[in-house]
Nanobody, 123 residues
Framework: QVQLVESGGGLVQNGASLRLSCAAS????????MGWFRQAPGKEREFVAV????????RYTDSVKDRFTISRDNAKSTVYLQMNSLKPEDTAVYYC????????????????WGQGTQVTVSS
């Protein structure tokens, strides 16, 4: 089993930056790619970013490209999401997730999930 705990969310103004962290514990050696998803009120959970096991490959949803950066530190079993130039439409609960193999954007392919951290961007 793997446990994921997100942190770093909060209330910020339009244009501000935040860095989310996701600390993994347990059988972290079983993890492959790790991703970030988000869910806004009344909307479905959507893919935000994913990073491969060794960090050599990343993917982003179009709406966050050039603003968000995903990274990971395997020595610390932690994945990060640096969010710059935040917009009100980025407001959502952000979830960290880990999958056992491959790299992709489909949420049902992810085995482990964190509890989420709220990000609110005011206009």
């Amino acid at each position: 089993q793997v446990q994921l705990v997100e942190s770093g969310g909060g209330l910020v103004q339009n244009g501000a930056s935040l860095r989310l962290s996701c600390a993994a514990s347990g059988r972290t050696s079983s993890m492959s790619a790790m991703g970030w998803f988000r869910q806004a009120p009344g909307k479905e959970r959507e893919f935000v970013a994913v990073i491969s096991r060794i960090g050599s490959s990343t993917r982003y949803t179009d709406s966050v490209k050039d603003r968000f950066t995903i990274s990971r530190d395997n020595a610390k079993s932690t994945v990060y999401l640096q969010m710059n130039s935040l917009k009100p439409e980025d407001t959502a609960v952000y979830y960290c997730a880990a999958r056992l193999n491959g790299i992709g954007i489909v949420s049902t392919d992810y085995r482990y999930w964190g509890q989420g951290t709220q990000v609110t961007v005011s206009s």
